[in-house]
C-alpha cells in the first residue's frame, strides 16, 4: 500500500527556514524523505539547519536569498535546479512584520517592505518554480504560509493582516489557475506560535492574555504544531485538497459567545 506521506525523490524548497515555523516544515519534509533547498536573508542562519538535516540522514542545501529580491529569488530556484534537476514542493514560508503600532501612523517604507517580502516574494518565487514543476510535467505542491491574522486582523499588525489577507486571496487564485495542471495551491494560517518572529506578541503580557483567553487548547503554539499540516500538504495525502486554508490555531477562531 503507498504511503500517502512519502515524499522519497521529491525536492521542497522552504523559504524563511533558518529557524521557527519554517526550520520545522524543512525537518520534516526532510524526515520524510524529500531533499530541502533551505532559504533565508542570511546563509550563517542556514549553516546549522542544513547540518542537523544532514546529521539525521537527509540532503539539505542552504541558499541565502532576500524574500523581497525577485533577482535572488529567481537565482535560487536555479541553484536548486542545479542541484537536484527539478522542484516539486514550495512552501513559502518567509514574512516579515516591521511595524507594531496602528495602521494608519505607519510610514510608506513600512507598506512597501512588507508588501514587497509577504506578497511579491511569494509571487516571484511562485512563478519561478511554476515554470520547472510545468517542464517536469508532474505536478506540484505549493504551500503559503498565511496567518488566522489574514482572516482576521492582529491588533497592531494591521500591515501584515492585510498582506497575510493578499496570501490567501492569492493561494485561491493560483489553486483555480493551476488546478489541472496537477498544482495543488494551499494556504496554513497559524495562530499564534512561539516563534522569535512572533515574541512581540507573546511577550507582551496583556495580548497574550487576550489570546489565551479565546483559546480551547490553553496554549499557543509550537512550530512543530504547524509541520504537521505542511508535511500533509507536501504530500500525496493531499492531492484532492487545493485552493484551501487550514487553521492552526488550537481554537483560538473558533466563533465564542
Do not use: C
Not at 47 to 67: F, Y
Not at 176 to 204: C, H, S, Y
Not at 219 to 224: E, H, S, T
Request: no cysteine; aromatic share 4%.
Amino acid at each position: 500500500m503507498e504511503n500517502l506521506f512519502d515524499l522519497q525523490g521529491k525536492v521542497a524548497i522552504v523559504t524563511g527556514a533558518s529557524r521557527g515555523i519554517g526550520q520545522a516544515i524543512a525537518e520534516r519534509l526532510a524526515e520524510a524523505g524529500a531533499k530541502v533547498v533551505i532559504s533565508s536573508r542570511k546563509q550563517e542562519g542556514l549553516e546549522p539547519v542544513a547540518a542537523s538535516i544532514r546529521a539525521n540522514g537527509s540532503d539539505a542545501l542552504p541558499v541565502a536569498a532576500h524574500n523581497g529580491d525577485k533577482a535572488a529569488l529567481n537565482a535560487l530556484v536555479e541553484q536548486a535546479v542545479a542541484a537536484y534537476g527539478r522542484v516539486d514542493i514550495l512552501v513559502n514560508n518567509a514574512a516579515t512584520n516591521p511595524h507594531f503600532g496602528t495602521l494608519l501612523e505607519a510610514e510608506d517604507s513600512m507598506w512597501q517592505k512588507t508588501l514587497e517580502v509577504n506578497l511579491m516574494g511569494n509571487v516571484w518565487l511562485t512563478q519561478a518554480v511554476v515554470k520547472v514543476m510545468r517542464a517536469n510535467g508532474s505536478g506540484g505542491k505549493i504551500i503559503n504560509v498565511a496567518s488566522v491574522n489574514g482572516l482576521r486582523p492582529g491588533r497592531m499588525q494591521g500591515i501584515y493582516s492585510i498582506t497575510k489577507a493578499a496570501v490567501i486571496n492569492l493561494t485561491q487564485t493560483l489553486a483555480m489557475e493551476l488546478g489541472a495542471e496537477g498544482i495543488q495551491v494551499n494556504a496554513i494560517a497559524p495562530g499564534l506560535v512561539q516563534t522569535k518572529f512572533a515574541r512581540a506578541i507573546w511577550d507582551n503580557e496583556v495580548i497574550l492574555n487576550e489570546v489565551m483567553a479565546r483559546t480551547p487548547a490553553g496554549r499557543i503554539g509550537q512550530p512543530d504544531d504547524i509541520a504537521g499540516i505542511a508535511l500533509y500538504l507536501a504530500s500525496p495525502a493531499s492531492n484532492f485538497a487545493t485552493g484551501q486554508v487550514f487553521v492552526v490555531d488550537g481554537g483560538a477562531t473558533i466563533p465564542m459567545i
